[in-house]
């Protein structure tokens, strides 16, 4: 499963960056609260970059690969929508993109759960 394990290490790269231009570049730009949402934003893609990397080790011990992938797919649809649509909001201002974090949040949750049932599945 050589695909996320690359967009993992991929996105937690990205992550790395974001909070480096956060923590400099945005100081004087962003206020308060705008640089906690991006702090935010940022958090959930680093844990949910570094879970994808997990699922790219797990599928050496015998998980199934089908539900593994489908984790896969929730965590990149859920980093994309949960914090893309936060980076958004900050960045542009664009608030039409706020309902789409919720359901990012939700793809999120389903690929911890999927991976739960994949581990449940296992054969002992």
């Given amino acids: 499963m050589r695909l996320p394990l690359v967009l993992g290490a991929f996105l937690a790269l990205?992550?790395?960056?974001?909070?480096a231009m956060?923590?400099?570049?945005?100081?004087?730009?962003?206020?308060?609260?705008?640089?906690?949402?991006?702090?935010?934003?940022?958090t959930y893609q680093?844990?949910?970059?570094?879970?994808?990397?997990?699922?790219?080790l797990l599928s050496a011990?015998?998980?199934?690969?089908?539900?593994?992938?489908m984790a896969a797919g929730l965590f990149l649809t859920g980093i994309l929508m949960f914090s893309?649509?936060?980076?958004?909001?900050?960045l542009t201002d664009m608030r039409w993109?706020?309902?789409?974090?919720?359901?990012?949040?939700?793809?999120l949750m389903a690929g911890w759960a999927l991976i739960i049932v994949a581990a449940l599945r296992?054969?002992?």
């Fill in 14 to 19: 990205l992550s790395v960056i974001a909070g």
């Fill in 22 to 42: 956060g923590a400099h570049a945005l100081r004087g730009v962003l206020e308060g609260r705008g640089l906690e949402v991006f702090d935010t934003a940022v």
């Fill in 46 to 56: 680093f844990y949910h970059a570094i879970a994808l990397v997990l699922v790219a």
């Fill in 61 to 69: 011990n015998g998980l199934s690969r089908r539900l593994l992938m």
């Fill in 84 to 90: 893309g649509s936060l980076y958004l909001l900050v």
């Fill in 97 to 107: 993109v706020g309902p789409v974090t919720p359901l990012g949040g939700v793809c």
């Fill in 122 to 124: 296992r054969a002992p």
